[in-house]
């Protein structure tokens, strides 16, 4: 995409998802939404693991969804069968979402009413990650058979990122992937992000992967109590 844009049209382009992200942001906030997109390659599991994810957080706590595909409805429909509200973005020939798309769907205003909003993005290691929609954390999921070289080979997303998730980790004894390599190349882009190792078949990491959610969406709401404007 960016080959044929020249530099200066692609920085306005990116100043103006920018500004209607931070816009986003204030929308999350005033609800006390806590805003999460997921990102990846093709296929890594974002879908499997929300079914797994927004099941193991009911009742006590509620999600929506808007899922990102360039054309249907599948995993819009895998969720929804979870009772969960979900928008479908269908970006068409655009191979991310970004913060228009979302700000079109917000501006309605009852996906809010939830604690947890997770937004799938287009399956894609590149675009997502120069696209940020407002999010309070992003996270990037990594299945072991994709392989422990593509933090160095998509270095843009790892570096930009609050948490990797290596995922299918049931597969490991069938495929090459050295997860201490993989936490490495990671480490050298972002000394912050927070490592985790899933599974949605054995259930490896599920209550970790849980347990930070539910903490840093209880760290916004403190933020967020009266005479702590910090957060907002
Ligand atoms: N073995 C194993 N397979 C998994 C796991 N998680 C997901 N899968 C399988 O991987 C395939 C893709 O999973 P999805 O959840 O659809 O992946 P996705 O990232 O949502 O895919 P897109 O939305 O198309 O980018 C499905 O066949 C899943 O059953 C896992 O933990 N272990
Ligand atoms: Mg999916």
């Not at 995409?1 to 906030?29: K, P």
């Not at 009413?113 to 993005?121: G, K, S």
């Not at 049931?170 to 090459?176: E, G, K, M, R, S």
Request: proline residues 3%; contains cysteine; hydrophobic residues 40%.
């Amino acid at each position: 995409m960016h080959e044929s844009l020249d530099e200066h049209m692609l920085e306005r382009i990116l100043q103006g998802n920018q500004d209607l992200a931070n816009h986003n942001r204030e929308h999350f906030d005033e609800s006390g939404i806590f805003a999460i997109n997921l990102m990846s390659a093709p296929g890594a599991g974002k879908t499997s693991l929300l079914e797994k994810t927004i099941s193991s957080l009911v009742p006590k706590w509620k999600s929506s969804v808007i899922e990102g595909d360039m054309v249907g409805e599948l995993d819009a429909a895998r969720l929804r069968h979870l009772g969960t509200r979900v928008k479908q973005i269908c970006t068409g020939r655009s191979c991310h979402l970004d913060a228009s798309m979302l700000a079109r769907e917000l501006h309605n205003g009852h996906f809010l009413d939830a604690d947890f909003l997770f937004i799938e993005n287009v399956g894609n290691l590149v675009c997502p990650a120069e696209f940020p929609l407002g999010e309070h954390k992003r996270v990037v999921l990594l299945s072991v058979s994709e392989g422990d070289d593509k933090p160095l080979k998509y270095p843009i997303i790892f570096r930009n990122c609050d948490a990797v998730l290596f995922t299918k980790c049931d597969l490991l004894p069938y495929v090459n992937f050295d997860r201490t390599a993989a936490s490495e190349h990671i480490r050298t882009l972002n000394a912050d992000a927070d490592i985790f190792s899933i599974s949605v078949v054995n259930d490896e990491g599920v209550d970790e992967w849980l347990e930070w959610l539910r903490s840093k969406a209880r760290e916004k709401r403190e933020l967020r109590q009266p005479g702590n404007r910090s957060a907002l």
